[in-house]
């Protein structure tokens, strides 16, 4: 057995364990948070393209599951489905047509597209505006296992949430993958070198905003709730946040980014404005003196005990 | 009563100087924006909270020192310019030779930091502020009430984007700047002070925005919000325009106002969503911007 696939089991162990110590809607925000940021790190981690918008994708897409689960009945795996779905169609327009501009202006316009949603989001009658999509019930998945119970919904989080790592560990390191890498550090050689370079970036945007929707879906069966606050430009912030201080293209740095944002906002949920103060000097500290984040500084001790992080 | 297509001249008019002020306030922020990416190449995020501190600055000075209107709207955008340039010195200046960015992150950030630290001190209720007494009252042109303030904001705005491009576009130190804009190094060969010239660029930019804060404050109410919202639908008339050229800026942002004014009497639903919805169409007509130039 491996260094890297001991830590792998290690990390793995403690999350199943983790419940029992700690509350466990506290550990399911963590990892609904953590999804939403490990789709977004496939952006600009491996591609370098910043979305400034993907609250767009987490929102809507948890008021498609909450609707379909509370208005239409929908078992929880087809409600999330839905959402899922939703969210990889409105990747495809957004990314077709923010891939058009590059760099700052791309990072514009998917601000402004998510602003749009934000207000459709405002006026649509079945979000229910200020109010919220409230009382989502889990139900039953595959109509047979009971989310309500809180533990039952931790391990199904924990699982959603493997698998889409997994997957993005995978999509990450193929091929395609590969070629994102080059896009990211030199475009116009890995144009001359004849590769479609919108195509690759598009589906890297599709797969990155299905699963912001996916991390949007199964966040709003947790909390019951499907909220104004998802499609906020300040959710769009906070996921950029994470992947910052976690470490912009590491595996582990967005679960790492997002689990402390989780604590901030809980720990200082009860003082007002501090949240966002706290928030904006992160970024500055961020950005000024530790660019390669928390796990990014790590990475090079973890890879001389043979863990790539 | 005069009506167009079926709706109150009054009420249509009343409408289209709205969204004239509010195109107003788009020109003069897009043009901060613009003149600070050219030499900065950073988009600075925090030109909403730029706007509000212009405002909260006016009311403040009004409330504590008892300082009216105009001086407010000569010692704010100073006050604030000098925050801007503490800000440039001190953390923006280390990221030129980094990824664009990081710019904006970090500019992001200190909005953040700005607007909590407002909200925590003031709440978000807001703060009336009187419209000053030389510019109270109204004129009835027959056809619509024109509150001489509006017309005022309309009219600063509009000499101040005038202003700004005479002095970029035909004195020498615009000159310098368009120079330095196109290649920095060549121009701190020939012996001009870049370094100093960025810094005063990001202040002015920055000035330009408080100025804006304070025309808005007794349009709008002092809010510590009343920026981040307006940034978004500004960078997305940025997005329109395109960086280009100065002039540019200035008339995508009027004529997005007033499209928008226009919006809000013939289908109020879309009012806010109009200028998103243009940028859609924008990016799939003409990618680079209406007078923009490359990526």
């Not at chain 1, 976690?246 to 009860?270: D, K, R």
């Given at each position: 057995?491996?260094?890297?696939?001991?830590?792998?089991?290690?990390?793995?162990?403690?999350?199943?364990?983790?419940?029992?110590?700690?509350?466990?809607?506290?550990?399911?925000?963590?990892?609904?948070?953590?999804?939403?940021?490990?789709?977004?790190?496939?952006?600009?981690?491996?591609?370098?393209?910043?979305?400034?918008?993907?609250?767009?994708?987490?929102?809507?897409?948890?008021?498609v599951t909450a609707h379909a689960a509370k208005e239409w009945g929908l078992t929880p795996e087809l409600a999330i489905l839905a959402g899922v779905a939703l969210a990889a169609v409105m990747g495809a327009v957004v990314g077709w047509l923010a891939?058009?501009?590059?760099?700052?202006?791309?990072?514009?316009?998917?601000?402004?597209?998510?602003?749009?949603?934000?207000?459709?989001?405002?006026?649509?009658?079945?979000?229910?505006?200020?109010?919220?999509?409230?009382?989502?019930?889990?139900?039953?998945?595959?109509?047979?296992?009971?989310?309500?119970?809180?533990?039952?919904?931790?391990?199904?989080?924990?699982?959603?949430?493997?698998?889409?790592?997994?997957?993005?560990?995978?999509?990450?390191?193929?091929?395609?993958?590969?070629?994102?890498?080059?896009?990211?550090?030199?475009?116009?050689?890995a144009i001359s070198l004849g590769y479609q370079v919108e195509r690759y970036k598009l589906i890297a945007f599709v797969l990155s905003a299905s699963l912001a929707g996916l991390a949007g879906s199964v966040k709003s069966l947790v909390f019951q709730l499907a909220?104004?606050?998802?499609?906020?430009?300040?959710?769009?912030?906070?996921?950029?946040?994470?992947?910052?201080?976690?470490?912009?293209?590491?595996?582990?740095?967005?679960?790492?980014?997002?689990?402390?944002?989780?604590?901030?906002?809980?720990?200082?949920?009860?003082?007002?404005?501090?949240?966002?103060?706290?928030?904006?000097?992160?970024?500055?500290?961020?950005?000024?003196a530790f660019r390669s984040g928390i796990v990014g500084v790590l990475a090079p001790f973890l890879k001389k005990r043979g863990i790539q992080a | 009563m005069m009506t167009v297509f079926g709706i109150p001249a009054a009420a249509l008019f009343g409408q289209l100087l709205l969204g004239l002020i509010n195109g107003a306030f788009y020109a003069v922020l897009s043009l901060g924006l613009a003149l600070i990416f050219g030499l900065l190449n950073i988009i600075n995020f925090s030109h909403g909270a730029q706007y509000m501190m212009g405002a909260f600055v006016a009311w403040l000075l009004l409330t504590y020192a008892g300082a009216g209107y105009w001086v407010a709207l000569a010692v704010a955008p100073v006050l604030v310019a000098v925050v801007g340039i503490i800000i440039e010195r001190t953390m923006l200046s280390r990221l030129y030779k980094l990824d664009h960015l990081y710019g904006l992150l970090l500019t992001f950030g200190l909005a953040l930091i700005i607007e909590g630290a407002f909200r925590q001190l003031y709440g978000i209720s807001g703060m009336p502020y009187a419209v000053p007494k030389e510019?109270?009252?109204?004129?009835?042109?027959?056809?619509?009430?024109?509150?001489?303030?509006?017309?005022?904001?309309?009219?600063?705005?509009?000499?101040?984007?005038?202003?700004?491009?005479?002095?970029?576009?035909?004195?020498?130190?615009?000159?310098?700047?368009?120079?330095?804009?196109?290649?920095?190094?060549?121009?701190?060969?020939?012996?001009?002070?870049?370094?100093?010239?960025?810094?005063?660029?990001?202040?002015?930019?920055?000035?330009?925005?408080?100025?804006?804060?304070?025309?808005?404050?007794?349009?709008?109410?002092?809010?510590?919000?009343?920026?981040?919202?307006?940034?978004?639908?500004?960078?997305?008339?940025?997005?329109?325009?395109?960086?280009?050229?100065?002039?540019?800026?200035?008339?995508?942002?009027?004529?997005?106002?007033?499209l928008e004014g226009l919006t809000k009497v013939f289908y109020p639903e879309a009012a806010s969503t109009v200028i998103f919805m243009v940028m859609v169409v924008v990016l799939l007509i003409k990618p680079a911007g209406l007078f923009g130039k490359g990526a």
């Open positions: 057995m491996t260094r890297q696939t001991l830590f792998v089991l290690v990390l793995l162990v403690l999350a199943l364990a983790a419940p029992f110590g700690i509350y466990p809607i506290f550990l399911m925000k963590g990892l609904c948070f953590a999804l939403f940021a490990a789709a977004f790190n496939l952006l600009l981690g491996y591609v370098g393209l910043l979305s400034f918008g993907h609250a767009m994708f987490f929102g809507w897409s948890a008021y891939i058009r501009r590059q760099g700052i202006y791309f990072a514009m316009i998917t601000l402004a597209l998510a602003q749009l949603m934000f207000f459709l989001a405002v006026q649509a009658p079945f979000t229910h505006g200020e109010d919220g999509i409230q009382g989502v019930p889990r139900g039953h998945l595959f109509g047979l296992i009971d989310l309500s119970d809180t533990l039952t919904m931790y391990y199904f989080v924990l699982a959603v949430f493997v698998a889409a790592l997994l997957f993005l560990y995978r999509v990450v390191h193929s091929p395609f993958g590969q070629v994102l890498k080059a896009i990211r550090d030199n475009e116009p050689r909220s104004l606050a998802d499609v906020h430009w300040h959710a769009s912030g906070e996921v950029v946040l994470m992947t910052l201080l976690g470490g912009v293209g590491t595996v582990f740095g967005p679960t790492v980014g997002a689990f402390l944002v989780a604590t901030i906002q809980n720990y200082f949920s009860e003082a007002g404005s501090w949240v966002t103060i706290i928030q904006g000097v992160i970024f500055v500290v961020c950005v000024l | 510019l109270a009252g109204g004129w009835n042109l027959g056809f619509m009430y024109l509150p001489i303030y509006r017309g005022w904001v309309v009219l600063a705005s509009a000499v101040l984007c005038l202003g700004t491009w005479f002095a970029i576009e035909k004195t020498k130190l615009g000159a310098y700047l368009r120079a330095a804009t196109e290649n920095p190094a060549l121009v701190q060969a020939m012996g001009i002070n870049v370094p100093v010239m960025i810094t005063l660029t990001y202040g002015f930019g920055v000035a330009l925005a408080a100025f804006a804060g304070v025309l808005a404050a007794p349009v709008y109410s002092v809010n510590p919000l009343m920026g981040s919202n307006l940034i978004i639908v500004v960078f997305a008339v940025v997005v329109i325009g395109g960086m280009g050229s100065i002039m540019g800026s200035v008339l995508t942002g009027f004529m997005l106002g007033l």
